[in-house]
């Protein structure tokens, strides 16, 4: 199904909710924090400052549960991989995931300090 509609708004999974305002900078600063810092804690970083952030700005509140949401999407999809180790396929994917997770954290990272309601691609919607 293609997106039709304005070509120079963003598509549908990046816009944020009608009543919302544009985040300030201190929210996108602590919007793009959720994400990288997953890099660098894994989900204890996000979840502090998600459980800090998320009862005052909707934005870290929506990215926070999106970083979280991500990180337990990577943790399961290791967890398969890690089963199929014994079929030597789950080497392959464990060094695939590695480096898609890193890169969607960075990309996730950039785009909400940019201000932009980031949704990755592939992501189980655990937390909402």
């Known amino acids: 199904m293609s997106h039709q509609g304005d070509p120079q708004q963003p598509p549908p999974s990046q816009q944020p909710p009608e009543s919302m305002q544009p985040p300030t900078k ?7 924090l959720v994400h990288l810092l997953a890099i660098f804690t894994g989900f204890i970083g996000p979840l502090i400052i998600w459980l800090i952030k998320k009862d005052e700005s909707k934005f870290v509140d929506d990215q926070g549960k999106e970083s979280l949401n991500f990180i337990i999407t990577m943790i399961i999809a290791h967890l398969v991989a890690g089963v199929l180790w ?14 898609v997770q890193l890169v969607f954290n ?9 201000g932009e309601w980031y949704r ?7 937390i909402t």
């Open 106 to 114: 960075i990309l996730a990272g950039v785009a909400a300090n940019k």
């Open 26 to 32: 201190d929210e996108c600063t602590m919007g793009m």
């Open 86 to 99: 014994c079929a030597f396929i789950g080497i392959f994917i464990t060094f695939v995931l590695i480096p």
């Open 120 to 126: 990755y691609p592939v992501c189980l919607r655990l």
